[in-house]
């Protein structure tokens, strides 16, 4: 999967953007690896992440499969992270977004410590991870650099766009969608909050980081 | 996928949530209809989008007098207010659609969910790529776009005569006709996914060489074209690629840093 490796934006668009996953190479140590997935979130949940997720049973922003005309006041967009946890029974990939790079630093330090076996992957700017690393005592193993977007780029929407629907990686936030709640946004239709609330809940694996997405709309809002 | 236009009511919600565009308001009918040629089965439609279980007759009444009166009407734009999406059955050759598409089908291939790679993610732990070496990760489709095979395949095609071995653990490999020449197996050449990844390995010195050619082949295709490149990092976390790629003229800051704290058991060798 490359769902982390190609998010759009300049450097300064993805400063608050931190994912750090951890996943078992099949056929090799994914024999009993479902409670380390468990340990990995439930470390990463004490040190205040904006999304967490299971790429196969998602993050913790949802759909809602029944809806009355009365539940449109009162609708469940989000489930507390521990159901995230407790979903975790298969061998998956697991993943925690934070827009605070102080916070990823110390949950580094745990997981150094916890020694859980499974590889973890920071997906960010690529010396800004390399700085949060060094600072928890570990030195990068591999490194992979996006090279950006090639062939027909007349097909690409604007950078607003881009920003917004190239954080879901599997391209689950469609640019249609997008474009539609940064004009409603605009219109004062919704507030940003609620815009990236449904973007997020079309992201299967969790790793929308809403924090970012409010200050794009937000700045989109004004014509940044 | 398909709509059930029995249930129906041309709300539009449904729209604007297609990644690739497909949906639209046939006006023959007056219902959300998919082109099936353009729909990748993602499922985001089906699944993204909150369910209700109106009334059709209902609700297209109540839509009908409001839409008389000129009053906007201003619905949650992630519901389904009549459960209208029906997902087929899929066949061979569609079900391949899926399997690309759908981040929640893990490939047959190699067992893995989303685009079914593990690439530089476990490199701790398999030793797929060592220092003086490049793993790429080609990717086509993204963000928003789709790909066919039949682009795809003048990728590996162009690929195949350098000097790079394709990763085996990868599902575009496993559908490669002749993983020597690149060609990817016939019948599947028209099918449109939501993007795809190949991946290959090379030697540090070749990767300015697969680099134009991945840069030319694509000009040529219907479709966007991601580039990842990996390698490992020496005792310092520094590694040759970084210099390399800065001379070929490439700026980048943004990536994927394997940390190194996966571990393989000692029963299973290397």
Not at chain 1, 94 to 114: H, I, Q, R, Y
Not at chain 1, 128 to 138: D, H, P, S, Y
Not at chain 1, 190 to 218: S, V
Not at chain 2, 111 to 140: L, Q
């Amino acid at each position: 999967m490359t769902n982390t490796l190609h998010r759009f934006g300049s450097r300064d668009s993805l400063r608050d953007d931190y994912i750090i996953f951890a996943m078992a190479a099949r056929g090799i140590n994914d024999q009993g690896a479902p409670p380390k997935l468990q340990t990995f979130l439930r470390l990463a949940l004490k040190h205040h992440p904006i999304n967490v997720g299971n790429a196969v049973k998602g993050g913790i922003f949802r759909a809602s499969k029944a809806l009355t005309p009365l539940a449109h006041w009162r609708r469940r967009e989000f489930i507390a992270p521990e159901e995230v946890v407790e979903s975790i029974d298969t061998c998956t990939t697991v993943s925690a977004v934070f827009d605070d790079p102080a916070n990823l630093e110390a949950f580094l330090t745990e997981l150094k410590a916890a020694d859980l076996g499974v590889s973890i992957n920071i997906a960010a700017l690529t010396d800004e991870a390399r700085t949060c690393c060094q600072r928890a005592g570990i030195t990068r193993h591999s490194v992979e650099y996006s090279l950006g977007f090639h062939g027909d780029l007349n097909r690409l929407p604007d950078r607003h766009v881009l920003e917004l629907s190239t954080m879901c990686g599997h391209g689950m936030v469609a640019h249609n969608l997008t474009k539609k709640m940064l004009d409603w946004v605009k219109e004062g239709r919704r507030d940003p909050r609620q815009a990236a609330t449904y973007l997020a809940k079309f992201c299967t694996c969790g790793i929308y980081n809403t924090t970012r997405a409010i200050r794009i709309l937000e700045e989109a809002r004004v014509g940044k | 996928m398909q709509i059930d236009h029995g249930k129906c009511v041309a709300c539009g919600n449904c729209i604007p949530v297609c990644p690739m565009g497909a949906i639209y308001i046939d006006p023959a009918v007056n219902r959300a209809t998919v082109n099936l040629d353009e729909c990748v089965e993602c499922f985001t439609c089906y699944r993204g989008m909150s369910k209700e279980y109106l009334n059709p007759t209902l609700v297209r009444t109540i839509r009908g007098f409001l839409k008389y009166l000129r009053i906007r009407f201003d619905p949650e734009p992630d519901v389904c207010p009549t459960d209208a999406l029906t997902p087929q059955e899929l066949t061979w050759p569609r079900i391949v659609r899926r399997a690309f598409s759908d981040p929640l089908v893990p490939h047959e291939s190699t067992g893995i969910h989303g685009r079914g790679t593990e690439e530089v993610k476990t490199n701790d732990v398999t030793g797929r790529v060592n220092e003086g070496e490049a793993g790429f990760t080609i990717e086509f489709g993204r963000p928003g776009v789709g790909v066919r095979f039949r682009d795809i395949q003048k990728m590996t095609m162009a690929l195949a005569p350098l000097p790079i071995t394709f990763e085996k653990k990868n599902p575009v490999f496993s559908l490669m006709a002749d993983p020597a020449t690149g060609t990817i197996r016939e019948d599947i050449l028209n099918e449109k996914v939501l993007s795809a990844i190949v991946e290959l390995k090379t030697r540090l010195e070749h990767v300015p060489q697969v680099l134009r050619m991945v840069e030319e082949v694509s000009q040529d295709l219907e479709t966007i074209v991601s580039i990842g490149v990996a390698t490992r990092c020496d005792g310092q976390g520094d590694n040759a690629l970084e210099p390399l790629l800065k001379r070929e003229g490439y700026e980048f800051y943004r990536g994927k840093t394997n940390l190194g704290l996966g571990r393989r058991p000692a029963a299973v060798p290397a």
